[in-house]
């Protein structure tokens, strides 16, 4: 399954299909290889995702928080390169919570709206605006 064709998969939609292939443009060549290994230790999103999948989604939770990569995965204090598959920061298990969060969202309460166009899929800058935390309501 791949969320480029759309396929809500368990992340309910997380990203609409158009912001994904958005996202895929604006990045950029360069940064296709993020992810350089088969993605692992999934513990929320699909363990099937593809690289290019799992890169687009992480790249728009970039743009919606604000915050680079270190900001939830674990960084190596000696050769500063990311650790993409380790739990030891706590900030990473915070995340799949409100990845959680926000697939329930989507899969169980805007799927009952008969008519979509009233329920847009739900993404964390909905809420976090391009902030750490959300900002609050004015």
């Given at each position: ?10 992340l309910g ?21 993020a ?5 692992s230790?999934?513990?929320?999103l699909?363990?099937?995702i593809?690289k ?19 900001f ?16 030891e920061?706590?900030?990473?298990n ?5 990845i ?20 847009d899929?739900?993404?964390c800058?909905n ?10 309501f004015?």
């Amino acid at each position: 399954m791949s969320l480029l064709r759309g396929t809500p998969l368990i992340l309910g939609l997380l990203i609409a299909p158009a912001a994904i292939g958005a996202a895929a443009q604006d990045r950029g060549a360069e940064n296709a290889t993020a992810v350089s290994d088969a993605p692992s230790n999934l513990k929320v999103l699909p363990k099937d995702i593809s690289k290019a999948d799992l890169n687009v989604l992480m790249f728009q939770y970039q743009k919606d928080l604000g915050r680079p990569c270190r900001f939830c995965h674990a960084e190596n204090s000696e050769t500063k390169q990311i650790n993409y598959t380790s739990d030891e920061n706590p900030m990473k298990n915070l995340a799949r919570i409100m990845i959680g969060m926000t697939n329930d969202l989507n899969t169980k309460y805007l799927a009952q709206f008969g008519d979509r166009r009233y329920a847009d899929p739900l993404t964390c800058g909905n809420c976090h605006r391009g902030q750490m935390k959300p900002p609050p309501f004015e």
